[in-house]
Each structure stands twice: as structure tokens, then as C-alpha cells.
């Protein structure tokens, strides 16, 4: 796995790193038992995998995925990029609170989720912030400027090295862009789910990584019939040939897969090196 990117221009990563959520079961689901955890986050590091997708939320009856980065991983590898997130969930248990109560966009419910995520990882700074838009009925969603403002002022007072979003628009991107600088985005997209075309564009052409979470699928995966031949063609896994298909859509995509498995994390960490011809990548637009 060579291929690289610099998040900000100086964080260089991995292009295909890991999402920690389906190690908490969180929001639902299963996940693996705490060993296997904490054996998937040490076995992603050794194979090359600098870039670890993270939130002070994702945790779910006593298992946090932020906590068991800092035991598998912590003193952390000099290259190592944590990812995570604040939003308008503030706890993992806000998910099920009206959309009118989730008031993690709040100043202070901010800051309350920065020094969760600093806390729980162990840091005094941390790599990178999405601002997460998602989680609420944007009519209740207060102006993009007053949380991206507060996140400015927690970096001015160094405890966020870079700002991302998350769960936006191609508009909200360009709202955003005005406000702060920008190194990533981090929406849902993949082989079946390509209504952000405009916005990986868009971010390509600025220079700014996007990161799209789900992208084999999540809780549906993805399935097609062109997939399942291109996947037979080059004897690897539908998963495999899913983020073949993300690294070769553009170079600014950095997929984070996530998974319980370490076989399947091994799988996908390999797809690095699956490399799709011209014909696969037209069959796979018929899609």
C-alpha cells in the first residue's frame, strides 16, 4: 500500500485507512470482542494503515472506539493521523434523542466533544475535525459559520490541528471554504451510492481529500451485477473490487473501511494493490 495523500498538505496518510465504529457496535449491530478489537487496530498499523477514523460518540454499552485506540495503540506510531468527529451528537446515546434535543452544535457542546475525543485518545492536540451536519433536520441546523467559528477558535487555541466536514452539501462545501480552511470531507459514497460526483470533483480540483464512509456499503452492501463480474475476473472479493474502483475514481479518495474481521481488514487493506483495467472501470458505470 503506497499510494499516499497529504490531508492539509502535511499530513501524509495511506490512502486506504480504517473506520472504527463497527468496533463498538454502534449504533447497532455487532462488533467482535474486545481482544479481537484491539488485535484489528494493531494489525491495520503493521500493514500500513496511518489514517484511523475515530468519534468520542462511537461507543455503545461501555465499549468506546476511542478507548480502545489508546490501548492498542497509544504511545502512538510518530505517523499515525486520527480522524474524528463532533457534531450534533455530543454521546453515543444522543442518537436516539429528538432531533430538536441533539444539541451538539452548541459552543459549548462543541468543546465539551473536543475535550471528550482529547481525553479518551489521550492527546493534547488532535490531527484532525470533521464537523459532522448530518444527525439533524437541517431546518433545525443552525448556521454553518456559528460551529465551524467555535472549531476556528478551539484550533486558535491549539487543540485541533485541521478542520474537515462531514454530511454535506456541494453548497455547504463552498460555505465552508469561506470560513476555514478546509483538508477533507468525509460523506457517504461509493460504487452504488454516486450522488456526490460533483463534490469529489470539487474537491479534487481544491486540493481537499474526500473521504467516504461506507464504502462497501456499511450496513447495506454494495451489490451489483457487473461487481460480481469484475470481482470473478480478477479472483478478489466484491468488497476488494469496491475500493479498487474508490482509489481509481480519484486521487484525493482515501476510503476508511470498517470491520470486526481481520481477515476482511486484511482484504481490504490488499485492494491497495488491485489494480482495474479500463474495461472494468466502463462495465462497472453501467452500474
Given at each position: ?11 501524509s496518510?495511506?490512502r486506504?485507512?480504517?473506520?472504527t465504529m ?39 454499552d ?22 474524528t468527529?463532533?457534531?450534533a451528537l ?8 429528538p432531533?430538536?434535543e441533539k444539541?451538539?452544535?452548541t ?15 489521550g ?15 437541517r431546518?433545525l ?12 477558535a478551539?484550533?486558535d ?14 453548497d455547504?462545501?463552498?460555505e ?7 483538508s477533507?470531507?468525509?460523506?457517504l ?6 450522488d ?5 470533483d ?9 473521504v467516504?464512509?461506507f ?6 452492501p454494495?451489490?451489483?451485477?457487473h ?15 469496491a475500493?479498487?474502483?474508490l482509489?481509481?475514481?480519484s486521487?484525493?479518495?482515501l ?6 474481521s ?7 487493506i ?5 489494480e ?12
Open positions: 500500500m503506497t499510494e499516499r495523500w497529504a490531508l492539509g498538505g502535511d499530513l496518510v495511506a486506504i485507512g480504517y473506520g463497527k468496533l463498538t457496535g454502534w449504533p447497532r449491530g455487532g462488533r467482535p470482542d474486545r481482544e479481537t478489537a484491539l488485535g484489528i487496530l494493531r494489525r491495520a498499523v503493521e500493514l500500513g494503515v496511518n489514517h484511523i477514523d475515530t468519534s468520542y460518540y462511537y461507543a455503545r461501555g465499549v468506546s472506539a476511542n478507548e480502545l485506540i489508546r490501548e492498542a495503540l497509544h504511545p502512538y506510531p510518530d505517523d499515525l493521523v486520527i480522524v468527529k463532533v457534531g455530543v454521546e453515543g446515546s444522543d442518537i436516539g434523542l432531533a430538536a444539541t451538539g452544535l459552543a459549548d457542546n462543541l468543546r465539551r466533544g473536543i475535550e471528550g475525543n482529547l481525553r479518551s485518545l492527546l493534547d492536540r488532535l490531527d484532525v475535525v470533521n464537523l459532522r451536519l448530518g444527525d439533524l433536520d431546518s441546523t443552525p448556521s454553518l459559520a456559528e460551529p465551524l467559528e467555535t472549531l476556528l478551539l484550533r487555541e491549539g487543540l485541533i490541528r485541521q478542520l474537515g466536514i462531514s454530511n454535506v452539501t456541494l455547504e462545501f463552498a465552508a471554504r469561506k470560513i476555514a480552511p478546509i477533507c470531507v468525509q460523506n459514497y461509493n460504487l452504488s451510492r454516486r456526490d460526483d460533483p463534490l469529489v470539487a474537491c479534487a480540483e481544491a486540493g481537499i481529500a474526500y467516504p464512509f464504502p462497501v456499503g456499511g450496513f447495506q454494495v451489490t451489483a451485477e461487481l460480481d463480474a469484475v470481482a470473478a475476473r480478477h479472483k478478489a472479493t466484491v468488497p476488494q473490487v475500493l479498487a474502483w482509489l481509481a475514481r486521487p484525493n479518495i476510503p476508511i473501511p470498517g470491520t470486526g481481520l481477515a476482511h481488514l486484511e482484504e481490504n490488499a485492494a491497495g494493490g488491485l482495474l483495467t479500463a474495461e472494468d472501470i466502463a462495465e462497472l458505470g453501467q452500474d
